[in-house]
């Protein structure tokens, strides 16, 4: 029981935290697509297995374009 | 002792010695811990159930939860856009070298088996040109100086890069510059003469001196290290007058020692390190303790400073960043497709390292062969036939002149490769997981 308490906790810090059975809030999902909702739906029925951590976002995709292994092509 | 590790389609578990079991979803990019129970699903006889919300409804058993994650589409992951211009050029301004260095890529001596003194800069201008026409404004243009040591020629890099500059300005394109130099021949007149680029500094040495005098030799045979150092010291001094400035080294069997090599440029105030494995290196030894090597100082780096520190390190910044942007990286780097490199001759190659390659020529001049690019332009991680592998979005399908150098064709990847690449893809993923969910985890439990 105890490690399904840890993940309860985790789920509500978590990316796809969800109203249903976690005590938690919709709200940071924003509008949800269906997709999304499909997936909030998704992690309420994981509760207790699977918790996603949440991306810091922000990311540029363009840090992720010309990365290479022979020179540092990236990182600027 | 290394972690277990689980597969099932497109999400792959592991153990943590420490017992921690994390998750990583291959398409969807997600970082998750998983139950002890959904660990013990991944081995055990499931009925296969589809997405759709009923199946949904039903899906309480850890059998099912896997399925049913497995087959989701995160609605916020997109794949890599290169576009279809060029937007980064490496340049030869000169193929020859002072130094003399063990595992040099660049034909053993820098000169890729053509030596040639100073690149032609009138030469160079129309190419520029021809590349920055095609872009929109807002776009970003890089341009990485290359050798041969470029700073035997730093006149060229003065000339091209103000010449790009100017047209900066008519086009409203933003570009920036690298340089990778091997140090010794910075001093007050190459800052003087880079004033205005504020060039990124890439700084090869492999270690602490001792160790670097063995593998980076000048031509005398005599060490490279303290004019290396001499030249670090006036780049820190002239920080104002450079962009980001990074050590870069390079591992192979005959230097191993990544921990002794953190550990000697920790006293430096660079902004990054960038410790990557010899592209012509397959022994399977050194390979495991590279890897080794590269899990200590990821250790040394987290304990010390937490995720900045950690990603002082090129190749765990490279994966939180594509992690954090939650873009597929379908292509390991822009080569043939948004890179293009120059050498010396002003003829263009798919790759900085393919340029004594003949076979590789793409173009000359501002005369692109567009047969020879064609080919290149798919993604990567299907010419090189990465299939199911789990770390494909996170790692590109690999480095084309490492598989080339390694088994003889460009698409065909060494086993030693995807080892190393997935084993620090791990570690990279573990790091993640803890500074996402930082303050959650830590198994605390509330008592229920
Ligand atoms: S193929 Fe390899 S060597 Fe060539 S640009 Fe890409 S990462 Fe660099
Ligand atoms: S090169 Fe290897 S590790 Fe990288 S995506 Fe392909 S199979 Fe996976």
Sequence with gaps: MAKIAVFEKLKAGGRLATGSGAGTSDAALGAPSEAQVVQAHGTSHFLGHILIVKPKGGGSSSEVVNQGSCVPLGGD | ?448
């Excluded at chain 2, 009925?47 to 059998?63: E, G, N, R, Y």
């Excluded at chain 2, 890729?112 to 021809?130: A, C, H, L, V």
């Design chain 2, 1 to 448: 002792m290394s972690p277990l590790i689980r597969q099932y389609k497109d999400i792959v578990a592991y153990k943590l010695p420490q017992g921690a079991l994390i998750a990583f979803h291959a398409r969807n990019l997600e970082v998750a811990e998983i139950s002890e129970e959904l660990w013990e699903a991944f081995v055990s006889e499931r009925v296969p159930v589809q997405s759709d919300f009923q199946s949904l409804q039903s899906a309480l058993s850890p059998q099912s939860a896997l399925d049913v994650w497995n087959n989701v589409d995160s609605p916020s992951v997109r794949d890599q856009d290169l576009g279809s211009e060029v937007k980064t050029l490496t340049i030869n301004v000169t193929q020859i070298c002072n130094l003399h260095c063990h595992y040099c890529a660049a034909g053993g001596d820098g000169t890729y088996g053509d030596p040639i003194r100073q690149i032609s800069i009138e030469k160079t201008f129309p190419q520029i040109r021809f590349f920055m026409d095609k872009l929109k404004p807002g776009q970003k243009f890089s341009f990485i100086f290359l050798g041969g040591e470029p700073l035997l020629y730093p006149e060229a890099i003065r000339g091209i890069g103000q010449y790009a500059l100017s047209l900066e300005k008519a086009k409203n394109i933003q570009v920036s510059f690298r340089i990778i130099t091997n140090g010794t021949l910075i001093d007050q007149r190459f800052v003087d003469l880079m004033e205005g680029l504020s060039p990124s500094i890439t700084l090869s040495m492999d270690g602490d001196p001792a160790t670097n005098d063995l593998v980076r030799p000048q031509k005398n045979g005599r060490g490279s290290s303290e004019q290396a150092l001499l030249g670090l010291d006036v780049l820190l001094k002239n920080r104002k007058s450079f962009g980001s400035i990074l050590i870069h080294s390079v591992f192979n069997r005959k230097n191993l020692n990544v921990v002794q090599a953190y550990r000697f440029f920790q006293q430096f105030a660079v902004d990054g390190f960038d410790f990557t494995f010899d592209v012509t290196e397959k022994d399977e030894q050194a390979n495991l303790v590279f890897i080794e090597q590269m899990k200590k100082i990821a250790q040394l780096a987290f304990t010390a400073g937490g995720e900045s520190e950690l990603r002082r390190i090129a190749f765990f910044d490279g994966i939180f960043s594509t992690l954090d942007a939650q873009v597929r990286k379908v292509n390991h780097c822009g080569s043939g497709k948004s890179l293009l490199s120059i050498d010396s001759r002003n003829q263009i190659f798919s790759c900085p390292l393919m340029v004594s390659h003949k076979g590789e020529q793409v173009g000359t001049g501002i005369e692109l062969n567009l047969q020879k690019l064609e080919p290149l332009q798919a993604p990567l991680i299907g010419m090189n036939n990465c299939g199911r592998c789990w770390a494909r979005n996170l790692c590109g399908g690999g480095c084309l002149y490492n598989h080339k150098a390694t088994t003889g064709d460009a698409h065909t990847k060494h086993p030693t490769y995807c080892d190393r690449t997935r084993s620090l893809i791990f570690e990279a993923i573990s790091y993640y997981k803890q500074t996402r969910a930082e303050g959650a985890f830590h198994g605390e439990d509330s008592g229920i």
